[in-house]
């Protein structure tokens, strides 16, 4: 397996270091040719700062597309139209009509398109997703997220709900094993040029709920869950990967290792690529949760619940 990085920005130098550790780098790919120059020396692979360049003069097999939300869609598709597997960041395309396309393509060029959301790896997010699958402790109802952080003063393109709450719709909709019927928002701005804190209410069958509730505001790094069951709460956080359960006879804490989970996403992407696994994150899964985000903004610019038809 050969794989090119495009993008070897803040998060996809990440990407970088694992691809190498694993000995699947083949090349590096960024517009910013330091940077590329930079990568490509130090984990000695061929460096390229457009993708033309890096299609002409490169034989490989699968991406990593880690570049900004607005050239996700001409990137990936080039790449599909070149039968390559495609990995690109979230959110996949920032419309769901380029999603749409890209989910064609890669079917009719069968090869793998996958999006990175990274919670579906987070051990914490599995042992929930085992309680909830296995009903250990009841039923489901409601799911209620936390993501605070400083503003990302490089990201010009999208507002939180495109950039960060799109991890929160993702997991509920992984956790529930279902799409939601019903969005409504409210977002707004105070520093960024694009929304910079929103809540966002998920409806889904039964009564069931997703609360995601996201901002750029906070001065400090919070990334909590919790999900409210018939016979417990259980509350985790992303980073720390702990879980605690409490019910009605006490708490207990069942996990408090912490594993990389960009080690595990790039993992299943590479047996996918190779037919040894399902991949975890399937392209509708990505296109779905585009089309959650783009209802978010309409419901929060017309202050009104936008009903889904999601598959
Ligand atoms: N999964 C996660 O947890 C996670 C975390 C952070 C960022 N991301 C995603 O990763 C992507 C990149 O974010 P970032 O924070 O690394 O951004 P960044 O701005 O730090 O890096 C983007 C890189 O892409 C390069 N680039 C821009 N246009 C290009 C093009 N047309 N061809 C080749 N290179 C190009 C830039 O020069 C830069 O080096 C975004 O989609 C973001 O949502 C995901």
Request: proline share 6%; charged share 30%; net charge neutral.
């Given at each position: 397996m050969r794989i090119a990085q495009i993008g070897v920005g803040g998060f996809g130098k990440n990407h970088t270091r694992i691809l190498s550790q694993l000995g699947v780098l083949s090349a590096i790919c960024d517009a910013d040719l330091a940077k590329s120059k930079e990568f490509g020396t130090k984990y000695s692979v061929n460096h390229y700062s457009d993708i033309d360049s890096l299609l002409g003069s490169e034989q490989f097999d699968a991406a990593f597309v880690c570049t900004p939300t607005s050239t996700h869609f001409e990137i990936a598709k080039t790449l599909l139209q070149k039968k390559k597997n495609v990995f690109v960041e979230?959110?996949?395309?920032?419309?769901s009509r380029e999603g749409e396309e890209l989910l064609e393509l890669a079917k009719k060029n069968k090869v793998i398109l996958t999006s990175g959301y990274i919670e579906r790896f987070n051990p914490a997010v599995s042992l929930v997703k085992e309680y909830v699958k296995t009903k250990k402790y009841g039923e489901l109802i409601m799911l209620e997220f936390h993501r605070e952080n400083r503003?990302?003063?490089?990201?010009?393109?999208?507002?939180?709900?495109?950039?960060?709450s799109v991890h929160d719709i993702d997991t509920a909709m992984w956790l529930f094993d279902d799409v939601p019927e019903v969005v409504f928002v409210r977002s707004g701005r105070?520093?960024?040029?694009?929304?910079d804190f929103a809540t966002i209410m998920l409806g889904f069958r039964e009564n069931k709920v997703a609360i995601i509730s996201s901002n750029w505001i906070t001065p400090i790094k919070v990334r909590k869950f919790s999900a409210v069951c018939s016979d417990a709460i259980i509350s985790s956080d992303f980073i720390t990967q702990e879980v605690k359960i409490e019910t009605n006879t006490g708490a207990e804490i069942p996990r408090k290792d912490v594993e990389e989970p960009l080690l595990l996403e790039i993992k299943n992407f590479i047996a996918a690529s190779e037919g040894?696994?399902?991949?975890?994150?399937r392209p509708e899964d990505a296109l779905n949760t585009t089309k959650i985000a783009e209802a978010a903004l309409l419901s929060s610019h017309r202050g009104t619940p936008i009903y889904l038809d999601l598959k």
């Open positions: 979230k959110p996949m395309t920032y419309l503003m990302p003063l490089h990201i010009k393109d999208v507002g939180i709900i495109y950039d960060t105070i520093r960024h040029e694009h929304e040894k696994e399902n991949i975890r994150v």
